[in-house]
């Protein structure tokens, strides 16, 4: 008789470098983001520069505004890659919605304009599980 003996394999924590660097596409309902993880080489290299102190302080609340203003001007250039389906409520002449086209200064606009924009892209970003490889093995009694 094999005894079962609980393991976490480590190597499940592993991210995919491509999906770190160039994004994966979140769903937030109709909205679509496509997003970098927060420690991809660009952000973190804009972070370090910017503002050393505060490169991994991620939640808002924590924040003072020079460092919110800076975080957004990074997560626009760098996280924020494309979106799918954003609109501003507007419907053509048959009633269909107007998308509103991808752009950087277009998602520094609404960074800075939405909080809860902000700190969706912010939260995407930092979403560990959405960037790992993906194990083939299964977990062995992982709760």
């Known amino acids: 008789m094999v005894k079962e003996v609980k393991s976490f394999d480590i190597t499940g924590l592993a991210k995919d470098e491509n999906k770190v660097e160039n994004g ?3 769903d937030h309902g ?9 420690k991809c080489k660009k952000y973190d290299a804009f972070m370090t520069k910017a503002n050393k102190k505060h490169r991994r302080r991620f939640k808002s609340a924590d924040l003072d505004e020079e460092t919110k203003t800076t975080m957004r ?3 626009s250039r760098f996280l924020l890659l494309d979106w799918k389906n954003l609109t501003m ?3 053509d002449a048959e009633g269909n919605p107007i998308f509103i086209d991808y752009s950087e200064q277009q998602a520094l606009d609404y960074l800075i304009e939405y ?3 902000f700190e969706m892209v912010a939260e995407d970003a930092a979403d560990n599980d ?4 993906d194990c083939e093995k299964e977990d062995q009694g992982n709760l």
């Open 73 to 75: 001007i990074g997560i």
């Open 130 to 133: 959405e960037y790992r490889k």
């Open 89 to 91: 409520g507007e419907t």
């Open 24 to 26: 994966v596409w979140m």
């Open 115 to 117: 909080d809860e924009f």
């Open 30 to 38: 109709a909205l679509k983001l496509l997003v970098a993880h927060y």
